[in-house]
């Protein structure tokens, strides 16, 4: 019998308009391989290589979120995170942190995606995998 095992997470991330969204991220950060759900439409998807983001049309959320000062961080880790920095500055989207290494092995820098998410992108420094800890289990 084999064992289970959690595979991966893609959260849905609250938006007021999925079409102005899903453009975004395809026609200015080159994400493709959309699709949506419903008619009219609630979800949507779209990727990048093996990247995936979903939104889901919660007009209520996304205002709570933008309304309240703080920014939702979404960390999307990527490979030669050099080439994707020179790929956005040349896009003129709105860089929040320039590139930089990060002292937890990580080089990475921020945007803001059109919804007023800040996307941090990076790679672990050298290829190395992040380490990760639990604090609950102690492991």
């Known amino acids: 019998m084999s064992s289970a095992n959690y595979s991966h997470c893609i959260p849905f991330l609250p938006v007021r308009n999925l079409e102005k969204t899903i453009e975004f991220y395809r026609d200015v950060l080159g994400f493709h391989s959309e699709w949506y ?30 309304e309240s000062g703080e920014r939702l961080e979404i960390c999307l880790f990527v490979s030669n995170v050099d ?19 990060e002292p937890r092995q990580v080089r990475e820098f921020s945007i803001l995606d059109c919804n007023g998410y800040l ?12 380490e990760t800890h639990s604090t609950a289990t102690g492991k």
Not at 46 to 52: A, K, S, T, V
Not at 119 to 130: A, F, K, T, V, W
């Open 119 to 130: 996307l941090r992108i990076g790679e672990g420094l050298e290829n190395e995998p992040l």
């Open 37 to 66: 759900w419903g008619n009219p439409a609630t979800d949507a998807g779209i990727g990048r290589d093996g990247l995936n983001l979903l939104f889901v049309k919660n007009e209520k959320l996304a205002t709570l979120l933008t």
């Open 83 to 101: 080439e994707i920095f020179r790929e956005m500055k040349s896009l003129n989207v709105e860089i929040v942190s320039e590139l930089r290494n």
